[in-house]
């Protein structure tokens, strides 16, 4: 059961995924994504909508987003194909920008404008954070578009995939985009909950780290979709200063968890430092750029994306630790971040700008914690299952230990000890009997001690064969054992004593052995005490009798 619940969730989480692949908005057919041109806004009053428009050679068209820098800027659409019609939604990725204005061309030379600022953009955010716009209403249909775009950090672009689409793409955008949403948090809160029930029986310290971790990314997964924007209206810049430092907690928290859930031995050494100090670096730097941007943006987000790239630096020395020094984690731990690093490598290439922005690149990072809460859920369970491996055979290990504790090791037998232990104490009568192998030095000395030995293994076996599942049989001397079965339930002492003499023994020695009986309570160590004095003293009226006999203390005391 620990195993079948995490693989359910993340298997349905994947197929999620594919679905979402196979369905993402940037490949419905009906969207048409649009080219665009650049103008730094010049200092001073700005020219009009309609100048820009008329003049579209003004607008750079092959330089790069990013070589720009941060500022103000004008960006003009190409000409729109001519099958789009009025029922039109812009949309585009959002970055940190201060106020964004639309401006739309349309067939008649009208134009009419739309936008919004940083602190009302909520109403405009939809799953995915995607900022979408609908042009205003007009009759003619829109031929081009123009953006005023102020306060523009320009760390990833400008104005990122603007597409157009009509309202019923947008519409099945927004579902699928619910429905991946929904998905992962339905899988981390599953994961939460299922993780805290087994922190509470288990208490092992991987488990709050990976409760952690997963609190971490469904905290940054409510800020990078958006919907924290959509439901709570918060500033979007505000929300982008949050969403990135909850990815840093997200990302440490995988640190701590993998710290945690591997052996300790993985990171002993300057791993552990090292590991620790990339923790406070990615911490410190991401926390920089939250308290410090715009402002310090290019210095905080270039800091940061190095420690990006330290966290990665990790993944190599800590599988070469784990494999040294032969970890059973190890290949759980792979498959966990395998995926999780190579999306998250992706990703730092394009902070880099060494690629482009891409829909499914902004996406790899949802995917990525996806892959890697379900996957190492799977490590949680695998190692979990490894606990109760380890601790079943501790367990059989405590019992053979008592086992040889409370045996004797010629015979396998109770001993002394054991044979007390599970005597003294019973409510009810019992009766004891004791049996003593006759002239057993005289069989040491004619056959030897190995040959001693083996006669008493011998009697053992038979002893064991005469009594009945429930009665105790022990020996409790060198050559002297004890059977105790209850009063209301006797064992015939005659029956074990032919039992014993149809036994062969080494050499075919002739062996005798001679029986005492005696019934009597077990309350405390005092009736014990007396219980076997009593077979005792049959045991030797059954010796001076002759030996290879049996007496009762009972009948002895009748006699008398």
């Known amino acids: ?63 790069r987003q990013t070589d720009f820098g941060a500022g103000d800027y004008w960006i ?40 919004f600022s940083s602190a009302d953009a909520g109403r405009y955010l939809r799953l995915g954070a995607i900022l979408q716009l609908a042009p205003p209403a007009h009759d003619a249909r829109p031929v081009r578009l123009l953006w005023h775009i102020e306060g523009a950090i320009n760390r990833r672009g400008i104005l990122v995939s603007p597409t157009l689409t009509d309202s019923h793409s947008a519409a099945r955008a927004e579902l699928t985009m619910a429905a991946l949403y929904a998905a992962f948090a339905g899988m981390c809160l599953a994961l939460l909950v299922y993780n805290l029930a087994l922190w509470a029986a288990l208490r092992q310290a991987f488990q709050p780290a990976y409760c952690l971790m997963v609190v971490c990314l469904l905290a940054y997964a409510s800020t990078s979709s958006g919907l924290l924007g959509q439901v709570t209206a918060i500033d979007n810049n505000y929300r982008q200063r949050l969403n990135y430092v909850l990815l840093a907690w997200a990302a440490a928290a995988a640190i701590v968890f993998a710290r945690a859930f591997l052996e300790r031995r993985v990171f002993d050494g300057w791993l552990r430092p090292y590991s620790t100090a990339v923790l406070l670096l ?15 943006a290019a210095v905080t987000d270039t800091a940061s994306t190095l420690a990006y790239i330290a966290v990665l630096t990790l993944l190599v020395p800590v599988l070469v630790r784990a494999w040294l020094r032969r970890s059973n984690y190890l290949w759980v731990f792979a498959l966990a971040w395998g995926a999780p690093v190579a999306l998250a490598s992706v990703r730092v290439l394009a902070a880099l700008n060494f690629i482009g922005w891409q829909m499914w ?28 491996l380890e601790r079943d055979a501790a367990r059989e290990q405590e019992i053979a230990a008592r086992l040889l504790a409370a045996t004797d090791p010629l015979t396998g037998l109770l001993n ?38 083996e006669v008493l293994r011998v009697i053992a076996r038979a002893l064991r064969a005469a009594a009945r599942p429930d009665v105790l049989v022990a020996r409790i001397g060198g050559e002297e054992f004890a059977l105790l079965a209850r009063a209301d339930a006797p064992i015939d002492a005659r029956l074990v004593l032919d039992r014993l003499r149809m036994e062969r023994m080494p050499f075919d020695l002739t062996v005798t052995a001679s029986i005492g009986t005696c019934i009597g309570p077990l309350t405390r160590e005092t009736d014990w005490k007396a219980l076997y004095r009593c077979a005792d003293r049959a045991l030797f009226a059954a010796k001076a009798a002759g030996r290879d006999r049996v007496r009762n203390a009972a009948d002895l005391a009748h006699a008398a």
Not at 28 to 47: F, S
Not at 363 to 378: G, H, I, R
Not at 434 to 449: A, C, M, Q, R, S
């Open 76 to 115: 003009l659409s190409h000409p729109l194909p001519r099958g789009i019609g009025t029922d039109t939604r812009v949309r585009q990725a959002s970055l940190w920008q201060d106020r964004l204005t639309l401006y739309v061309l349309y067939a008649d030379g009208a134009i009419r404008s739309t936008g």
């Open 282 to 296: 990615l911490l410190s730097t991401t926390g920089a750029y939250g308290l410090l941007a715009p402002r310090f």
């Open 416 to 453: 002394r000890r054991a044979f007390l232990d599970g005597t003294i104490g019973r409510a009810e009568d019992h009766q004891l009997i004791l049996v003593d192998i006759d002239h057993f030095k005289t069989i040491n000395e004619t056959i030897g001690h190995d040959g001693g030995d």
């Open 361 to 388: 690149i902004d996406n790899s990072t949802l995917l990525a914690m996806a892959l890697e809460a379900a996957l190492s859920s799977l490590g949680v369970a695998y190692r979990i299952r490894l606990l109760s």
């Open 1 to 63: 059961m620990p195993i079948r619940l995490p693989i359910r969730h993340g298997v349905a989480l994947l197929l999620l995924m594919l679905a979402w692949i196979g369905a993402s908005p940037a490949a419905a057919a009906p969207d048409v994504g649009i080219a665009t041109c650049i103008l730094r806004a010049p200092p001073g009053p700005q020219p009009s909508p309609a100048a820009l428009f008329a003049d579209p050679h003004r607008f750079d068209c092959a330089t």
